[in-house]
């Protein structure tokens, strides 16, 4: 194990003390996801928070089979229906933020510092920050805005510090579904989530809803969490469909609430062949086979048939939370690194699954002499964080395929580079 560079310095161990959050994780199907999920909940660095999990049998076994599983607010739900379930548990949920967080995803240590800190400003009414893809390191989401027809469009923000934002004429702020915040009162008074967005676009037509009341939306870039795009009814791990019905139901339901009648017909069009593009472009890398294609297609003109003709209400949600804040026994831990080689792998990660345990938020970096891209994962395991690549390859995707670098330099750039998500010092 190599000592800890002076860049590198672990923070030292405290909560940040912000308002009242309650964190919101709806499951179903994917009990390891969440044990991954909740894993990492159980290294924030924030205070005070409680965790609500609305979920199937099987992540509710998991859920109980955790060390702070008393901790826990568990809801029992088994539909494949999120709104109804993020209703829940917006229901049960009694700090001042209700913040969400998806399954498969995984929060960094400092992740509800850096998304509540907008909360200070009583105009803000939704946070979002940015949502790192499958290597740990390039940006699935970051700061987007919706136009009025629900079409994701880039914004520029600044990447260091938070940006409180109106929405744009006839469209929104966007935040992302599975790194979001909203003020339980605001959420109250819009209904919620609306329960005819049994999958898709329930984040979405909130966004759209908020904007219409006036309220502002703070991006904040350094709330980060890690999204790995788990398996689940609608597409596997690799992201190839296996079902549309309820896109097309959920973009029926949206073009209702949100286009004049004289546009919908043309919308669709233009969204049904980017789905078949889509599908297209996975028929030629091998994903699908041309009768998926059809399958698929018409299971989306299915969906969006009955989407037509389903129910619209938004949730009804009482003003009281229907149970009383449940402080999550948040622990100060200090964020220190560790660098190791491949060679030394395997000893390294039992040191750093001991210091994990002694209350240690552990970064292991491991580095070969070689120019392989780097990957950041969370290991649910020995609840580290692990990077892997090569000293002279790219951790950023928009740097350069081989850089020379001294080995020492490369692990200081690297720590650096997260600090402020994973609770280093970051004024060395």
Same mark, same amino acid.
């Given at each position: 194990?190599?000592?800890?560079?002076?860049?590198?310095?672990?923070?030292?161990?405290?909560?940040?003390?912000?308002?009242?959050?309650?964190?919101?994780?709806?499951?179903?199907?994917?009990?390891?996801?969440?044990?991954?999920?909740?894993?990492?909940?159980?290294?924030?660095?924030?205070?005070?928070?409680?965790?609500?999990?609305?979920?199937?049998?099987?992540?509710?076994?998991?859920?109980?089979?955790l060390p702070f599983a008393n901790a826990l607010k568990l809801v029992a739900f088994d539909r494949p229906n999120i709104s109804a379930a993020r209703n829940l548990g917006v229901a049960q949920a009694a700090g001042e933020v209700v913040a969400f967080i998806d399954d498969d995803a995984v929060p960094e240590p400092q992740w509800l510092r850096h998304l509540t800190a907008p909360a200070r400003q009583p105009e803000v009414a939704a946070m979002t920050g940015f949502v790192r893809g499958r290597n740990g390191i390039s940006f699935q989401y970051r700061a987007r805005q919706?136009?009025?027809?629900?079409?994701?469009?880039?914004?520029?923000?600044?990447?260091?510090?938070?940006?409180?934002?109106?929405?744009?004429?006839?469209?929104?702020?966007?935040?992302?579904?599975?790194?979001?915040?909203?003020?339980?009162e605001v959420l109250v008074a819009?209904?919620?989530?609306?329960?005819?967005?049994?999958?898709?676009?329930?984040?979405?037509?909130?966004?759209?809803?908020?904007?219409?009341?006036?309220?502002?939306?703070?991006?904040?870039?350094?709330?980060?969490?890690?999204?790995?795009?788990?398996?689940?009814?609608?597409?596997?791990?690799?992201?190839?469909?296996?079902?549309?019905?309820?896109?097309?139901?959920?973009?029926?339901?949206?073009?209702?609430?949100?286009?004049?009648?004289?546009?919908?017909?043309?919308?669709?069009? $233009?969204?049904? !062949?980017?789905?078949?593009? &889509? /599908?297209?472009?996975?028929?030629?890398? #091998?994903?699908?086979? *041309? $009768?998926?294609? !059809?399958?698929?297609?018409? &299971? /989306?003109?299915?969906?969006?048939?009955? #989407?037509?003709?389903? *129910?619209?209400?938004?949730?009804?949600?009482?003003?009281?939370?229907?149970?009383?804040f449940r402080i999550f026994p948040a622990r100060p831990r200090r964020s220190v690194a560790m660098f190791t080689r491949p060679i030394k792998l395997a000893k390294d990660r039992a040191i750093a699954a001991k210091r994990v345990d002694s209350g240690e938020i552990v970064t292991l970096i491991s580095l070969s002499p070689t120019a392989l891209y780097h990957h950041v994962a969370f290991d649910p395991a020995d609840a580290i964080w692990l990077q892997t690549g090569g000293i002279y390859g790219k951790s950023a995707r928009n740097e350069a395929v081989f850089r020379l670098n001294r080995r020492r330099d490369r692990l200081k750039n690297e720590v650096r580079r997260v600090a402020s998500q994973r609770g280093f010092s970051d004024d060395r």
């Open positions: 194990m190599t000592a800890t560079p002076d860049s590198a310095a672990p923070q030292s161990a405290a909560l940040e003390s912000g308002v009242p959050v309650s964190i919101v994780i709806v499951s179903r199907n994917r009990p390891e996801a969440l044990r991954r999920c909740l894993t990492g909940v159980g290294q924030l660095q924030y205070a005070p928070f409680e965790v609500i999990v609305v979920a199937d049998p099987a992540g509710a076994t998991v859920a109980r089979d919706l136009n009025a027809q629900g079409t994701p469009e880039e914004l520029d923000v600044d990447p260091e510090n938070f940006s409180v934002l109106l929405p744009p004429q006839g469209g929104a702020i966007k935040t992302e579904g599975t790194n979001m915040a909203f003020r339980r819009l209904g919620g989530f609306d329960p005819a967005f049994h999958y898709y676009l329930d984040e979405t037509d909130l966004n759209m809803r908020l904007a219409r009341a006036g309220h502002a939306t703070a991006i904040a870039p350094l709330a980060e969490v890690h999204h790995g795009f788990a398996a689940n009814h609608m597409r596997s791990a690799n992201r190839i469909p296996r079902d549309l019905f309820d896109i097309g139901a959920s973009w029926a339901v949206f073009h209702r609430k949100h286009l004049p009648q004289s546009e919908r017909a043309s919308q669709w069009a $233009r969204l049904r !062949a980017d789905e078949r593009r &889509r /599908l297209l472009r996975h028929m030629v890398s #091998g994903g699908l086979e *041309p $009768r998926d294609v !059809a399958r698929l297609l018409h &299971r /989306l003109d299915q969906g969006h048939t009955e #989407g037509v003709e389903r *129910p619209i209400s938004a949730g009804m949600i009482a003003q009281e939370p229907a149970s009383a």
